[in-house]
Every structure is written in structure tokens, then in C-alpha cells.
């Protein structure tokens, strides 16, 4: 089929579904490998990311050593991404109506739910990020509102992000398009300036951690900025893909989805990390401000950009997560609602000292639960389905849906793989410090002991389902 033809693009307007959970129609399915390279670049372009860079330098490692673990954490956790991206292009289905499948119709709920909390939950850190940088700006200018003047510019930054987000994909796609490039070449001016005019430690050793203690650092680090990083994007993969046409080749997306995501979290990672070791704060409008001085204003003013890129994901993904759970309500509404708890969360965090601890706890958290939901519907598409799924059984009214209400064994490998990551890992937060961790002398392998635990264990108890599964999906579906 030519996506690209006028009547397809016509069709492609006319067609309201994306604020819907429907199928996305292979005749409105006109985003190009270019679009989803700058949705998922956008959504990257962010001061959180120079931020997570910095959070390694401040928990004591090298320069050396936050690099590498940024870039091999997040080779392995986007390689992955991309996978959840092709399940959108196949199936033309948001990612946790796909969850349908594997979990069943109402067995859904668990994930969707928690990602609906997570989306939120990012929605308001990226909005802090954001406050803390314009504060810092007036700060460069003289202003001083104190708390009063932060709460004021959340109200303002989320309503932009909420309106966006509201007018549904082609707003969002839109928005990163004519943005993203510009704010590249701002990045780009700001990356040369701070690596040819500040005096950057290239050579930093950290807090001289050796042995033992040096990677207990990197494991947790790993978790927080490297791998957990990537898989972070797991669950909303395929809520952007599925606008992408089959007719493109497989590869052509995965590169460009990949390589969207790749290219900003490690350049911003290793400026944040660089601009620490003159610093040594993991306060991001601080760190800025300190290493660019005046220069901070214009840059301040462009890099806020990324935040808002980020946030119009989370609070569409929210919506769609919420229709999801079978509420009853207008997707725009839901991102108006997703936008008042958002607001409500940032403004507890505005009162948080300890940003690094509340950081790292944060993605720690985030990766108990979705390294074993990302292995199930792997398995699940991948290997039990095929990636043949019977698209209208996903659609099918709760009490009466052909996939069943829950699907136990797909359940019970998301819980047995949550239990699992919990007691592999080791945290900031000592509520996030399991026994097996710290049998393994305080080293970090949540993410690849939730994985496998849930991926085995679901292999194992869906494997009868495999073996039918030919009488339950027709082909092509």
C-alpha cells in the first residue's frame, strides 16, 4: 500500500481512533521511520538525562566507569526497546491492550495499572526537572520567588504539556518534528562550549572505589542509568508504533527507534557526567547554571524543550493506560486528570532535599516491576503467539472475552519475576536492598534476575498454550 499518497493522507486525518484504543487501520498508519526517530530522540533530549549521567559521578565513580556503564546498559536495554517497538508496527495495538493476551482480559489490569501510576509518576519528575531549571534561570536574573514562584511555573509547564498531549499522536508527532532539530543544534553548541571552555576533569576518579565496593556501585548505577534506563521505555513502545505502516521493513524502524533513543541518553549521560566532575552536584538547574554562567539563559530557555518532549509521551500513554482499564471516559479528559495528579506529585517533590536518594530510589522501583513484565510479553509474543494475535479477542467485553478474564500462569511469572528482582537488588533506599544482593556482596542484578525468573517461568507454564496456539490467532492477524 503507498502511505504516502493523498488519499491516504486523507484518510489518515479523518480517521479519530487515536483517541481510542482501536485498532489503528493500515490506511491511517502514515508515521515514518523519521517520526518515530524524533518522537523517541525528543522524548530523550531532556535534562533528565544529563542529570542521570551526573547521579553516577555523585554515588562515587569514575568518569571512566559511569561512561562505560552508560553505554553498555543502555546498548542491552534499547536493543530490547526495540522489540516492543516491532509488536506495535505488527498488531496496530497500544502496549497494554497487547498485555491482553498474555495476561488475559481483566488479568491486564495489574500492569496497566502500574503504568499508569509510572507515566504519571515521570510526568512529575520531568516537571520538577523543568521547575528547577527556570528557577534557576530567574535566579541568574535576579528573580527570587521562592516557593510561590515554583509552584506558579509547574501550573504553567503542565498546562502546556497537558494540551499537547491531549490533541492526541499527530500533535505529538508534529511537535517533536519541528523541534527536536533545533534543539539538537542547541545541544550541539552547548556540548562544544562545555568541553572546549570548562575545565573538565576528564580523568576523574570518583570516591577511588576498588574491588567489591567499586562494582556494587556500577551494579546499582546499572540498574538506575544504564539498563534500567532503557527498559524504562518498554511500556510505551508500541502506543506510538502502531501508527507506523507494515509495508515498512522491520529493520528500518528498529534502527531508527533505537537509534532515537541511543543517541540522546548517551550524549546528555556523558555531558551530565563531565559537567559533575567541575561541579560535583547532581542538582540539574545548578549544574547548568554553574557551568555555563550567562550563557545558561539561552541554553535554559531551548533545553526546556526536552522535558516537555518527554512529558506529552507520559501523559498520552497515561490516558490511553486508563481506557484500558475499561474508564469510561474521554481520552482528553483522562489527560487533564493525568495532568492534576501529575501536578500534585511535583509539588510534593518541590519540598524533597535529597534528589539523588529520591532519583535512584525512583528507577530502582520502576525496574522491580517492568523487567518482568517486559520478559513475559516477549515470551509471550515472540515465542508462545508467534507474533500471531487475534486482534478483535483483545477487544472483547470483560466476563465474555475469548482470551479469558485472567490468564494465571502469565500472572503468577509477572509476581514470582517481581519478587525476584526485589531480592536482587540493591538501592539507595534500603527498602530496595534484598538478601540476595547483598549475599552477592551489595552487587545489583535486579533486572536480569526479574527477567529470567519471570521469562523461565512463563516459557515453562505457557508452553501448552504454545502448542495450540495455531487454533486460537489466525494467521495475519
Given at each position: 500500500?503507498?502511505v504516502t499518497t493523498p488519499s491516504s493522507e486523507s484518510d489518515a486525518h479523518s480517521w479519530g481512533g487515536e483517541?481510542?484504543?482501536?485498532?489503528?487501520?493500515?490506511?491511517?498508519?502514515?508515521?515514518?521511520?523519521?517520526?518515530?526517530?524524533?518522537?523517541?530522540?525528543?522524548?530523550?533530549?531532556?535534562?533528565?538525562?544529563?542529570?542521570?549521567?551526573?547521579?553516577?559521578?555523585?554515588?562515587?565513580?569514575?568518569?571512566?566507569?559511569?561512561?562505560?556503564?552508560?553505554?553498555?546498559?543502555?546498548?542491552?536495554?534499547?536493543?530490547?526497546?526495540?522489540?516492543?517497538?516491532?509488536?506495535?508496527?505488527?498488531?496496530?495495538?497500544?502496549?497494554m491492550v497487547l498485555s491482553r493476551s498474555a495476561f488475559g482480559r481483566r488479568g491486564a489490569y495489574l500492569p496497566?495499572?502500574?503504568?499508569?501510576?509510572?507515566?504519571?509518576?515521570?510526568?512529575?519528575?520531568?516537571?520538577?526537572?523543568?521547575?528547577?531549571?527556570?528557577?534557576?534561570?530567574?535566579?541568574?536574573?535576579?528573580?527570587?520567588?521562592?516557593?510561590?514562584?515554583?509552584?506558579?511555573?509547574?501550573?504553567?509547564?503542565?498546562?502546556?504539556?497537558?494540551?499537547?498531549?491531549?490533541?492526541?499522536?499527530?500533535?505529538?508527532?508534529?511537535?517533536?518534528?519541528?523541534?527536536?532539530?533545533?534543539?539538537?543544534?542547541?545541544?550541539?553548541?552547548?556540548?562544544?562550549?562545555?568541553?572546549?571552555?570548562?575545565?573538565?576533569?576528564?580523568?576523574?576518579?570518583?570516591?577511588?572505589?576498588?574491588?567489591?565496593?567499586?562494582?556494587?556501585?556500577?551494579?546499582?548505577?546499572?540498574?538506575?542509568?544504564?539498563?534500567?534506563?532503557?527498559?524504562?521505555?518498554?511500556?510505551?513502545?508500541?502506543?506510538?508504533?502502531?501508527?507506523?505502516?507494515?509495508?515498512?521493513?522491520?529493520?528500518?524502524?528498529?534502527?531508527?527507534?533505537?537509534?532515537?533513543?541511543?543517541?540522546?541518553?548517551?550524549?546528555?549521560?556523558?555531558?551530565?557526567?563531565?559537567?559533575?566532575?567541575?561541579?560535583?552536584?547532581?542538582?540539574?538547574?545548578?549544574?547548568?547554571?554553574?557551568?555555563?554562567?550567562?550563557?545558561?539563559?539561552?541554553?535554559?530557555?531551548?533545553?526546556?524543550?526536552?522535558?516537555?518532549?518527554?512529558?506529552?509521551?507520559?501523559?498520552?500513554?497515561?490516558?490511553?493506560?486508563?481506557?484500558?482499564?475499561?474508564?469510561?471516559?474521554?481520552?482528553?479528559?483522562?489527560?487533564?486528570?493525568?495532568?492534576?495528579?501529575?501536578?500534585?506529585?511535583?509539588?510534593?517533590?518541590?519540598?524533597?532535599?535529597?534528589?539523588?536518594?529520591?532519583?535512584?530510589?525512583?528507577?530502582?522501583?520502576?525496574?522491580?516491576?517492568?523487567?518482568?513484565?517486559?520478559?513475559?510479553?516477549?515470551?509471550?509474543?515472540?515465542?508462545?503467539?508467534?507474533?500471531?494475535?487475534?486482534?478483535?479477542?483483545?477487544?472483547?467485553?470483560?466476563?465474555?472475552?475469548?482470551?479469558?478474564?485472567y490468564r494465571w500462569d502469565a500472572i503468577a511469572a509477572f509476581l514470582v519475576g517481581i519478587v525476584a528482582t526485589?531480592?536482587?537488588?540493591?538501592?539507595?533506599?534500603?527498602?530496595?536492598?534484598?538478601?540476595?544482593?547483598?549475599?552477592?556482596?551489595?552487587?545489583?542484578?535486579?533486572?536480569?534476575?526479574?527477567?529470567?525468573?519471570?521469562?523461565?517461568?512463563?516459557?515453562?507454564?505457557?508452553?501448552?498454550?504454545?502448542?495450540?496456539?495455531?487454533?486460537?490467532?489466525?494467521?495475519?492477524?
Open positions: 500500500m503507498a483517541h481510542s484504543l482501536e485498532q489503528v487501520p493500515e490506511q491511517a498508519r502514515v508515521s515514518t521511520a523519521a517520526h518515530q526517530f524524533w518522537i523517541w530522540a525528543g522524548a530523550n533530549i531532556a535534562p533528565i538525562n544529563w542529570v542521570l549521567g551526573a547521579l553516577g559521578v555523585v554515588l562515587g565513580l569514575s568518569l571512566t566507569d559511569v561512561i562505560l556503564v552508560l553505554v553498555l546498559g543502555n546498548l542491552i536495554g534499547m536493543a530490547v526497546f526495540g522489540f516492543f517497538v516491532l509488536m506495535g508496527q505488527r498488531t496496530g495495538v497500544t502496549q496497566t495499572a502500574i503504568q499508569f501510576c509510572i507515566a504519571t509518576g515521570w510526568c512529575a519528575i520531568n516537571t520538577w526537572i523543568v521547575l528547577d531549571l527556570v528557577t534557576s534561570l530567574f535566579g541568574e536574573l535576579g528573580i527570587d520567588g521562592g516557593t510561590g514562584l515554583k509552584i506558579a511555573v509547574v501550573l504553567v509547564i503542565m498546562l502546556l504539556q497537558v494540551l499537547i498531549a491531549a490533541y492526541g499522536f499527530r500533535a505529538i508527532a508534529t511537535f517533536e518534528k519541528w523541534t527536536v532539530p533545533v534543539t539538537l543544534v542547541v545541544l550541539l553548541v552547548m556540548t562544544i562550549v562545555a568541553w572546549t571552555q570548562i575545565d573538565i576533569d576528564w580523568g576523574f576518579a570518583g570516591a577511588g572505589l576498588h574491588g567489591a565496593d567499586r562494582l556494587s556501585a556500577m551494579s546499582t548505577v546499572m540498574t538506575a542509568i544504564g539498563v534500567g534506563w532503557g527498559i524504562s521505555w518498554f511500556a510505551y513502545a508500541s502506543d506510538y508504533s502502531r501508527f507506523v505502516p507494515r509495508s515498512m521493513p522491520a529493520g528500518k524502524l528498529y534502527r531508527a527507534s533505537v537509534f532515537g533513543q541511543f543517541l540522546p541518553v548517551i550524549w546528555l549521560g556523558v555531558l551530565g557526567a563531565t559537567l559533575a566532575t567541575v561541579s560535583g552536584d547532581v542538582d540539574p538547574g545548578q549544574l547548568i547554571v554553574n557551568s555555563f554562567g550567562g550563557l545558561a539563559i539561552p541554553v535554559l530557555l531551548l533545553v526546556i524543550h526536552g522535558p516537555i518532549a518527554t512529558n506529552i509521551l507520559n501523559i498520552y500513554s497515561a490516558s490511553v493506560c486508563a481506557l484500558t482499564l475499561d474508564i469510561k471516559v474521554d481520552r482528553k479528559i483522562v489527560a487533564y486528570v493525568v495532568g492534576v495528579f501529575a501536578t500534585a506529585f511535583t509539588v510534593w517533590l518541590v519540598f524533597q532535599n535529597d534528589f539523588a536518594s529520591s532519583l535512584d530510589g525512583w528507577l530502582a522501583s520502576m525496574v522491580t516491576w517492568v523487567a518482568p513484565w517486559g520478559a513475559v510479553m516477549l515470551v509471550h509474543f515472540y515465542w508462545i503467539a508467534r507474533q500471531r494475535i487475534d486482534i478483535p479477542a483483545l477487544y472483547d467485553e470483560p466476563g465474555r472475552s475469548r482470551l479469558g478474564d526485589w531480592f536482587f537488588e540493591f538501592g539507595i533506599p534500603t527498602a530496595l536492598q534484598g538478601p540476595g544482593a547483598k549475599m552477592l556482596g551489595n552487587v545489583d542484578l535486579s533486572w536480569l534476575a526479574g527477567a529470567l525468573a519471570a521469562g523461565v517461568v512463563y516459557a515453562v507454564a505457557g508452553s501448552r498454550r504454545r502448542a495450540t496456539w495455531d487454533l486460537q490467532a489466525p494467521v495475519g492477524r
